[in-house]
T-cell receptor
């Protein structure tokens, strides 16, 4: 099946620093990727839609200046958490949609962020 | 978005059938999904159903859709200990392309 990777899988950083998370579709080109956030024992909440070659679309309540998304190529989207704070600690999961089967969304393994 | 509702916990014995239920919110959702998440891992797509279908079977998995009641269920036949995980129901979000609105997940525990 389709594979989506994320890097890093885990990151610990100090409060005030910025962290970049990469999401790659390994065997298909994805014009659309999504970024979700999952708190412990909670559901996934959509943060933003990442569109290749254009600006991301953010969900209500998600600060676009804090969560910078760049979808510079058809296989890579990045999420940068700027000036991270402890409340940003969470599990960040990306997904990608293959061009021919848009109803099948494949998820990455997730990145666990801990901000101290 | 509005809540997709699932029961939080289900425990079954190995070899029995498991039925996980979900009530979704948007009658215009095109597709409905079941994902599996093991501890510390990402989501694995198990199966999905198009909204104009009422049943889909894939090996041990059977999905039933009642569009009138906005009710979706996942039946796992001959449940194994390796099926222990969290199962998420999801619907396509209105006006968000194929972005998904997830339930809180049902934690399935399979005991020997």
């Amino acid at each position: 099946g389709a594979v989506v990777s994320q890097h890093p899988s885990r990151v610990i950083c100090k409060s005030g620093t910025s962290v970049k998370i990469e999401c790659r579709s390994l065997d298909f080109q994805a014009t659309t990727m999504f970024w979700y956030r999952q708190f412990p024992k909670q559901s996934l909440m959509l943060m933003a839609t990442s569109n290749e070659g254009s600006k991301a679309t953010y969900e209500q309540g998600v600060e676009k200046d804090k969560f910078l998304i760049n979808h510079a190529s058809l296989t890579l989207s990045t999420l940068t958490v700027t000036s991270a704070h402890p409340e940003d600690s969470s599990f960040y999961i990306c997904s990608a949609i293959p061009p021919r089967n848009r109803e099948t969304q494949y998820f990455g393994p997730g990145t666990r962020l801990l901000v101290l | 978005g509005e809540d997709v509702e699932q029961s939080l916990f289900l425990s079954v014995r190995e070899g029995d059938s498991s039925v996980i239920n979900c009530t979704y919110t948007d009658s215009s959702s095109t597709y409905l999904y079941w994902y599996k998440q093991e501890p510390g891992a990402g989501l694995q797509l198990l199966t999905y159903i198009f909204s104009n279908m009422d049943m889909k079977q894939d090996q041990r998995l059977t999905v039933l859709l009642n569009k009138k009641d906005k009710h979706l269920s996942l039946r796992i036949a001959d449940t194994q200990t390796g099926d222990s995980a969290i199962y998420f129901c999801a619907e396509t979000m209105r006006n968000s392309g194929y972005a998904l609105n997830f339930g809180k997940g049902t934690s399935l525990l399979v005991t020997p």
